[in-house]
């Protein structure tokens, strides 16, 4: 099966209408030249494809409209969608070797039955989507697998790395916190040693794909999200509260630079607090400008 395309012409248009630099894009991919990034633009070299999703992330794009792929995926085809490289694999399946992936995707040896259900969960999958790819992988022509209901087409970042990096996508470069002060502030927060510098950094470069209950809830409390938020499949429930966090970043922003007079300000969060009221003072009608 074809892998995604990537379209050098697009990524570029959106990363400069995104206002960033080919050196934050670096940055973000843990890429210390930023003239690799440079040759993806020109079309002079292609990244590898389980660095798309990260790409489309940064640039505010949807996977599938940045970067389409031609055909039904196979189970590599899944792997690089949620972000993971072979090796990745290995902190689902439990082995010290990807050969059991590797052999999957190259049509050699069956998945064991054992490693299916914690790898349709980390790719983002049902059990069926699945192994309809492992068919394709082994050369079957198989039809798209029913969608279940609770099993949606991912709208917005679903693994924790991509979940992470959205949030963060909301502060400038100079107000993002590092993983450090993440450990630190979700430690404060839950009161007692959870998180290390090193773990947040695993857990956003995508190379610990799963947590426990208490590192998950320390994590949300250091980005001020809800508990739930890195435990929900629900694409929608992500969207908005990624969405609604970036929001509240760029009110306080707003207020905070004193951009307009006081009065104005107290009407701007008045018509915020009726917004999410559901308009009990009326239609929660937007704060007029004044000249």
């Known amino acids: 099966m074809p892998e995604r395309r990537f379209d050098a012409s697009g990524f570029r248009s959106a990363r400069v209408l995104r206002a960033m630099t080919q050196a934050q894009v670096a940055a973000a991919l843990g890429i210390k030249d930023q003239s690799v990034v440079s040759r993806y633009e020109s079309g002079?070299?292609?990244?590898?494809?389980?660095?798309?999703?990260?790409?489309?992330?940064?640039v505010g794009e949807r996977l599938d409209d940045l970067f389409p792929r031609p055909g039904l995926p196979t189970l590599?085809?899944?792997?690089?969608?949620a972000g993971m490289t072979q090796k990745d694999t290995t902190a689902v399946t439990q082995t010290g070797s990807p050969s059991p992936v590797r052999a999957a995707e190259g049509g050699r040896r069956k998945l064991a039955p054992h490693?299916?259900?914690?790898?349709?969960?980390?790719?983002?999958?049902s059990v069926e989507e699945l192994l309809a790819a492992e068919r394709r992988s082994f050369g079957e022509d198989v039809p798209a697998a029913p969608q279940h209901p609770q099993v949606r087409q991912p709208v917005g970042p679903q693994s924790i790395a991509r979940k992470i990096t959205a949030l963060l996508e909301g502060a400038s470069e100079q107000e993002r916190p590092t993983d450090t002060e993440l450990a630190e502030l979700g430690n404060a927060r839950a009161g007692r040693t959870i998180l290390s510098g090193p773990l947040v950094t695993s857990l956003r470069l995508g190379r610990r794909t799963h947590?426990?209950?208490?590192?998950?809830?320390?994590?949300?409390?250091a980005l001020d999200v809800p508990a739930m938020f890195f435990e929900t499949g629900d694409a929608e429930v992500t969207a908005v509260v990624t969405?609604?966090?970036?929001?509240?970043?760029?009110?306080?922003?707003?207020?905070?630079?004193?951009?307009?007079?006081?009065?104005?300000?107290?009407?701007?969060?008045?018509?915020?607090?009726d917004m999410f009221a559901g308009g009990k003072h009326g239609d929660a009608s937007p704060p007029q400008a004044t000249s």
């Open 211 to 221: 947590a426990g209950p208490e590192v998950l809830d320390a994590l949300a409390a």
């Open 76 to 81: 590599a085809d899944l792997r690089c969608d």
């Open 44 to 58: 002079d070299a292609s990244p590898p494809a389980e660095k798309l999703p990260r790409l489309a992330a940064l």
């Open 243 to 273: 969405n609604l966090r970036a929001a509240r970043i760029g009110l306080a922003a707003v207020v905070a630079r004193g951009a307009e007079g006081e009065s104005q300000n107290a009407e701007l969060m008045r018509w915020v607090a």
């Open 115 to 125: 490693y299916v259900a914690p790898l349709a969960e980390a790719y983002g999958v």
